[in-house]
C-alpha cells in the first residue's frame, strides 16, 4: 500500500495562500513609466507656467505703480465682479436673497444682500474669486478646457449682469468681458483664449492678497470683509485677512498641479483637438 500523505496544516495552506496571492500584489514592470510620466512637465507645459510667472510679476508692478495701475482697471473690476458674485451666490445658497450688486473703481464692489449666513457669504467673496481663478488657471493649461471655462464664465456674468442690472458700469464691464472672451474664440484658433483664461484666473486667485494690502494701506471707502468678519466673529481683520490670503494660493497652487496632471497635450496636439470641439475659421 502506497504512504498515504499527512493532511496539510495550517501553515502548509498559509503558504499555498500566500504563494497563490503575492503575484496578483506585484506592481508592474512599467509602474516607473506611469510615475514618471506624471511627474514630468511637457513643453508645451512649461511655457504655460513661463507665462504664469509672467503674469504674476506683472501685475503685481502694475497694480502698485501710481498711475500706470490704471492700465489693469478693465480686469480689475472684472475680478471685483467675481469677488461680488461669491457673495451673491453663497448667499443664495444659505437660502438669503440677493437685492444689487454695485461695482466702483475707487471703493470696490458692494453686494446687498437680505438673508444668508454671514458666516459663509462674507469669505465667500475672497474664497469664491480665488476658487474661480483656480479654475480658470486649471482650464489655462488647454484651448478646449479653455473654451468651455469660458461659457461657464459667460453664465456667472449673465447673473451678475442680472443682479446688478440698475449699475451701468458693472453692466459695461461685465459685457466688455464677454466681447473679448468672445473675439479670443477667433483668433489662431481659439489659442488666445487660453491666455485670456489664464490671465484673469491668475489675477482673480491672486486678487484677495492684493486687495487685502491695499486694504490695510489704503484704506478704501468700503468696510473690507475681514474687517467686518473679525468684528462679528472675533479676531482681527489682518489675522483673517492672511487666512484668507493663504488659502487663495493654496487654491492657485492646486489649480497649477491638477494642470500639469490633466492636460499633458502638446501645443499641436491642443489645436487639432480645438478644432473637433467647437472649431472655428480663424
Not at 464677454?178 to 484658433?189: K, N, T
Not at 482673480?204 to 484704506?219: N, P
Amino acid at each position: 500500500m502506497a504512504p498515504t500523505s499527512p493532511p496539510p496544516t495550517w501553515r502548509t495552506l498559509a503558504r499555498a495562500a500566500a504563494i497563490t496571492v503575492t503575484p496578483h500584489l506585484i506592481l508592474p514592470r512599467d509602474s516607473s513609466v506611469i510615475t514618471k510620466r506624471a511627474l514630468t512637465v511637457t513643453d508645451a507645459q512649461k511655457v504655460t507656467l513661463g507665462v504664469i510667472a509672467a503674469y504674476v510679476v506683472g501685475i503685481a508692478i502694475l497694480w502698485n505703480v501710481p498711475y500706470i495701475r490704471w492700465v489693469l482697471w478693465p480686469f480689475k473690476m472684472l475680478v471685483i465682479a467675481f469677488h461680488e458674485f461669491g457673495h451673491a451666490i453663497m448667499c443664495v445658497l444659505t437660502g438669503g436673497k440677493v437685492k444689487s450688486i454695485s461695482l466702483d473703481p475707487r471703493e470696490g464692489g458692494v453686494t446687498h444682500m437680505q438673508g444668508g449666513r454671514s458666516g459663509l457669504t462674507l469669505p465667500a467673496g475672497y474664497l469664491g474669486s480665488s476658487f474661480i481663478g483656480a479654475l480658470l488657471t486649471f482650464a489655462g493649461f488647454n484651448i478646449n478646457a479653455s473654451k468651455i471655462a469660458s461659457i461657464v464664465i459667460g453664465v456667472c456674468f449673465l447673473l451678475t449682469i442680472w443682479w446688478g442690472r440698475r449699475d451701468w458700469l458693472t453692466i459695461g464691464t461685465v459685457l466688455a468681458a464677454v466681447g473679448l472672451l468672445v473675439g479670443c474664440w477667433f483668433i489662431q484658433r481659439a489659442e488666445a483664449l487660453r491666455f485670456v483664461v489664464l490671465f484673469i484666473g491668475v489675477m482673480s486667485s491672486l486678487y484677495s492678497v492684493w486687495d487685502i494690502c491695499d486694504d490695510l494701506i489704503l484704506r478704501k471707502v468700503n468696510s473690507s470683509d475681514a474687517s467686518v468678519f473679525a468684528k462679528r466673529y472675533g479676531g482681527s481683520s489682518q489675522c483673517w485677512g492672511v487666512i484668507w490670503s493663504v488659502i487663495s494660493l493654496c487654491f492657485m497652487a492646486a489649480g497649477i498641479v491638477a494642470g500639469i496632471a490633466a492636460f499633458p497635450q502638446s501645443a499641436e496636439q491642443q489645436r487639432e483637438d480645438a478644432q473637433k470641439f467647437i472649431p472655428t475659421k480663424f
